[in-house]
């Protein structure tokens, strides 16, 4: 791929007193890639998260996040960035357009752009009819899909999504993956954690995460053959053993 690298990761390490959550890490990934972090939990990657999305410090290692520095420039990466969490990270009590208003509100974007760009979401999602209504009346997939939304509603470089599809019906995470690949398209980097070994297929590249080290790195079909399995799911099974 010859296109910028947008996350640069190296030796970066995370010890919480002796415990070493990541160790010596090395990655790379690509503007626009859908870039999968694969591993158990306990592997290290919420630690790894953190990290990148500049809500904790690396204990050593030279790590940039859209091009800033983590040590020097977190709030600068915090502007180019969207998160999703398995929480979804609505608020329930306030409404559709209010939860948009809000972090809208928060990205530092204008009054006229947050009015222009809400219009077009709800007519893309299909949902004007409950621009008022309450979070917690939804159904999980409409939240899930209006959370993914508001984290590139301020159109970041890199959007890093949690676990995004945890308890959520398999036609449901098809959907969401649509407007993963929606996302890409546009050429917003996506870098996801998931616990759903057929959703790495879909991504562009993975890492897998084993005892807070990478273990495995590169396209999915790659490590398939690599390791002589039929799916991720059997790279997985055959790593953790």
Not at 15 to 31: P, S, Y
Not at 178 to 188: C, F, P, T, V
Request: charged share 25%; with cysteine.
């Amino acid at each position: 791929m010859n296109k910028n690298k947008i996350i640069k990761v190296k030796n970066l390490v995370k010890k919480f007193g002796d415990f070493v959550a990541n160790d010596n890490l090395n990655f790379e990934v690509e503007a626009g890639e859908i870039f999968g972090f694969l591993g158990a939990n306990g592997a290290g990657k919420t630690t790894a998260i953190k990290i990148l999305t500049g809500l904790s410090k690396p204990t050593s290692g030279e790590i940039s996040v859209a091009g800033y520095d983590i040590y020097k420039e977190t709030e600068k990466i915090k502007r180019n960035i969207g998160y999703m969490s398995q929480k979804f990270s609505l608020y329930d009590d306030l409404t559709v357009f209010e939860n948009i208003r809000f972090y809208a509100g928060i990205y530092g974007m204008k009054k006229q752009e947050i009015i222009d760009k809400t219009e077009s979401l709800l007519d893309k999602l299909d949902i004007r009819n409950h621009k008022n209504s309450l979070i917690r009346s939804l159904p999980l997939g409409w939240k899930q899909k209006l959370a993914f939304s508001i984290a590139i509603f301020h159109n970041p470089k890199i959007v890093f999504l949690d676990e995004p599809t945890g308890g959520v019906d398999p036609v449901t995470r098809r959907m969401f993956w649509e407007l993963i690949y929606d996302a890409s398209n546009s050429g917003i980097t996506v870098f996801v954690t998931t616990h759903y070994m057929d959703e790495a297929e879909y991504c562009d590249r993975i890492s897998i995460m084993d005892k807070g080290k990478i273990v495995a790195l590169d396209k999915p079909q790659i490590l398939k053959e690599q390791y002589n399995a039929a799916n991720i799911d059997e790279v997985f099974v055959k790593i953790a053993r």
